[in-house]
Every structure is written in structure tokens, then in C-alpha cells.
């Protein structure tokens, strides 16, 4: 039976802005119950079965959104040290073919298991972490232009509802490029606002890491400055928290949408840097 979903915390909250954790944070019952949002972890480090990913999709309340990141082989290095919680190790001749959106049948391979379970979930959006080592150099470049056109091409194949492609980039990328390749090939980008803004204008994909790191706990303040700026996005968008205390945090954050407890709205036109920003 699927949970009823206690009185939702999110249930005057603005309809566009979704909340919840990166992965189920406590036992996966009272997460469906208590939080209409998930951004599923373990399909980056190694998909799940698409039974696995089924049955969640059959636990969860009919209204329940999924979203997922995209599979390592895709956008990481095999040296990257998240490669050791692959449950299978890497086929006989794909060191050489994964990572960087190379245009090879490994990355390819890794995208087709990316999206059956996109497709399982119902996903509404795959996000690419790519990690800081993937820079702007020209290789890179042509290589996620290549990806993601095909992408496109594959996704419309299919003539399915298509989940949105959100782009997660480390390291140092001008805003300039960023901006062009989010534009060129309709990408979200996706930023922790503590961090930087977005250069795509919305919806917005907001992955919260913790002020200084994963053991931060958002204070009230915190809260209510993260509520002044996913106001700022008329298109909505995914609040996903990703700190020690997340499941407690985003249920504050819950509650403080409902009640629209926000701070003052700044002036018209008035730019908020990081010296405005709480901690």
C-alpha cells in the first residue's frame, strides 16, 4: 500500500518551488510520506535494477516527483576516487572510453542506463555532475556538444515525456560559456546559490551543499534568504538539500514556504552579493 502522505508540508508553499533531499534521507516510508521530491544518488555511482527503480516509483504517492544524476561513466574519470562504489567493475577496454562525454559506445551505453531508469521513475530532470576537472578546454567542449544533441535526438526517438537536462560544471568555466552552452543546448544549470547564481533564467536547480561544508546546519536566517531567492524565479524550480541535517532543513524550509515567512524583499533592481548573504 502506498503511504498517505501526511498533511503535506509543502502544501501552501508556491506550487512551482519543489523540496527535498539528495538521496532518501531516513527510511524511504516516511520520506514519501513527508517530502514530495527526491534526487536519487545511487544512479550516479551505479543504476539500480529497473525493478529496483520500479518499486520505488510504485511506493511512492502518484503525485511523488523524481529527479536523478546521470551515471559516472558519463561525465567522470575512472580515477575519480567515486568509482569505488561501482558494484561491478569497469568492462575489459572502457578505462580509456568513460568520462568527459567521450563519443564513445561506453558513454553511450552508460546514458541508455541513465534513461531507462529516468524512465522507470518518471524522472522530470537528470542532472550532470561533472567533476572540477572537466574545464573548457575545445575537447570538452565539442565533446558535450556531441552528447548532448544526440541526447536530444534519442530522447525525441522515444516519444516519451522527456525529463529536462540539468548541468552541474566544477572547476573554472566563464559565466559567458556556461551561459551559451546552457542556451545552446537547453540545459539547466545547476548551482548552489551560496556559491554563485545561475546564468539560465530559470526553472532553477539549486543543490545545496552546506555553508563550508556537508556538516553545516541552515540556520533560520539561512532559510530565509534561500526563500528570497528562489522567489526571484518566476518559472519555479528544485531545492535539493545535501548537508548532514538535511532532512530536518529541507522540512524548515517546507514550513517556512508554507507559512511565507520571507524576508523583506530587496529593492527593485538591487543586486544582493555575497557580503548579503547570511553566515
Known amino acids: 500500500m502506498k503511504p498517505a502522505r501526511s498533511p503535506a508540508p509543502d502544501a501552501a508553499a508556491p506550487p512551482a518551488v519543489r523540496v527535498g533531499c539528495c538521496g532518501f534521507a531516513g527510511a524511504q516510508a516516511a520520506y514519501f510520506r513527508d517530502f514530495p521530491l527526491v534526487e536519487v544518488q545511487q544512479t550516479f555511482y551505479e543504476p539500480p535494477a529497473p525493478e529496483t527503480a520500479a518499486r520505488w516509483r510504485e511506493r511512492a504517492p502518484p503525485d511523488f516527483e523524481f529527479t536523478l544524476k546521470a551515471w559516472q561513466l558519463i561525465t567522470h574519470p575512472p580515477g575519480s576516487p567515486t568509482y569505488r562504489r561501482l558494484r561491478h567493475p569497469l568492462p575489459a577496454g572502457w578505462h580509456d572510453q568513460v568520462g568527459a562525454f567521450r563519443p564513445t559506445d561506453a558513454v553511450w551505453a552508460a ?28 575537447e570538452h567542449l565539442e565533446n558535450l556538444r556531441r552528447f548532448f544533441r544526440r541526447v536530444r535526438a534519442d530522447l525525441e526517438k522515444h516519444r516519451e515525456p522527456a525529463p529536462r537536462l540539468a548541468w552541474e560544471p566544477r572547476g573554472v568555466w566563464p559565466d559567458a560559456v556556461i551561459e551559451t552552452l546552457c542556451r545552446e543546448l537547453d540545459l539547466v544549470h545547476v548551482v548552489d546559490p551560496w556559491v554563485r547564481p545561475p546564468v539560465t533564467p530559470g526553472p532553477f536547480y539549486f543543490r545545496l551543499h552546506g555553508l563550508g561544508g556537508y556538516g553545516h546546519r541552515y ?24 548537508n548532514e541535517t538535511m532532512r530536518d532543513d529541507a522540512a524548515r524550509f517546507l514550513e517556512l514556504l508554507r507559512a511565507g515567512q520571507a524576508a523583506p524583499r530587496a529593492a527593485a533592481g538591487k543586486k544582493r552579493g555575497k557580503e548579503e548573504m547570511p553566515g
Not at 540556520?219 to 545535501?242: H, Q
Open 111 to 138: 546514458w541508455e542506463r541513465t534513461r531507462e531508469i529516468a524512465r522507470v521513475l518518471r524522472a522530470r530532470m537528470v542532472v550532470f555532475q561533472c567533476p572540477a576537472s572537466f574545464g573548457p578546454e575545445p
Open 219 to 242: 540556520t533560520d536566517a539561512e532559510l530565509r534568504w534561500l526563500r528570497e531567492r528562489v522567489s526571484e524565479f518566476p518559472a519555479g524550480g528544485w531545492c535539493l538539500f545535501n
